[in-house]
DNA sequence: ACTAATTTTGTAATGATTACAACTTAAAAC
DNA sequence: GTTTTAAGTTGTAATCATTACAAAATTAGT
């Protein structure tokens, strides 16, 4: 489906650039903050403002296209709500990934009288690479 | 175990303020922010700073005797690390709630060469008296 | 007591986010 | 195809949690 359909789909007025913060969301492999996509945007945009930036994520949050991320850096970042998934963010690194997906809890046993509408998993602790960095200093 | 010995066996010096922050968050029924801790303990601790109360949480969550929960407001919150559990926060009350805890995902089997640390879990949704409310004003 | 280390404090800076009003562009009405 | 109205975008200023940092106070070791 092209971007201006999904917008529309989603009640969102594809604007030209609601279509490209919406691309970069899509095509970037990171999770961007409001400054990355700004900047990553600025030179093909130059008029372009944070402003607009944050209005426009406020938009996709509230109509589920794109969720705000909770990561212990305090700073939102975003992704595409498409897939649900976990994160994992290297304490070390800072990097952050997705991570597959976790089994479905049976929330609704759990809580039998809430209305669940969304689940956020953060996994932290230290990636492989950073792993492997530490096991050939210690044994170098 | 007392408090104080608590904070020695996590290699934390036991002063009398930080008992009181740690009694604090063992007693309160809710998930503080550090604005909450401060305005608690100022009528007790007059000399009481933000800073302190910032610097001892920090202290708790390196030693690994509080965490901080990551919510949407955007603003850390923290409770006891005690009994791992997820977290339910209502959209409509903002009010946020324990829930007795997920099972465990076999992530050592998703992310084989991943050193786990920590797994944080928000749900959120709509609460049950929150609910409750909103049906009792359709019906009349 | 004296010195050193630790803890606590207050003020100032940082930086993400929001408020808001002006401006610009696009759509609708005529 | 103007005119009117609504929607989208922008820039500046304010807000507010968090951090940096250095001084002051407290505690522990000698």
């Known amino acids: 489906m092209p971007n201006d359909a999904v917008l529309k789909a989603h009640g969102i007025k594809p604007s030209l650039t ?4 919406f ?10 903050n409001v400054d990355e996509i700004y900047q990553a945007l600025q030179s093909r945009i130059p008029t372009l403002s944070k402003t607009t930036v944050y209005n426009t994520l406020h938009l ?3 109509k589920s296209i794109a969720r705000a991320v909770m990561l212990k850096d305090q700073e939102n970042r975003y992704d ?10 290297c304490l070390h690194c800072n990097e952050v990934f997705d991570v597959a997906m976790m089994p479905d809890f049976d929330l609704n046993q ?16 230290v990636c492989e690479t950073c792993k492997a960095k530490e096991a050939a200093q210690k044994s170098s």
């Not at 609601?18 to 913060?21: A, D, G, L, S, T």
């Open 60 to 62: 996709f949050t509230e």
């Open 23 to 32: 691309e970069y969301l899509k095509t970037a492999q990171k999770h961007p």
């Open 110 to 125: 759990l809580m039998p009288n809430h209305e669940i509408q969304d689940v956020s998993v953060l996994i932290s602790g």
């Open 18 to 21: 609601r279509m490209m913060i």
């Open 80 to 89: 595409l709500a498409a897939h649900p998934h976990a994160h994992f963010q």
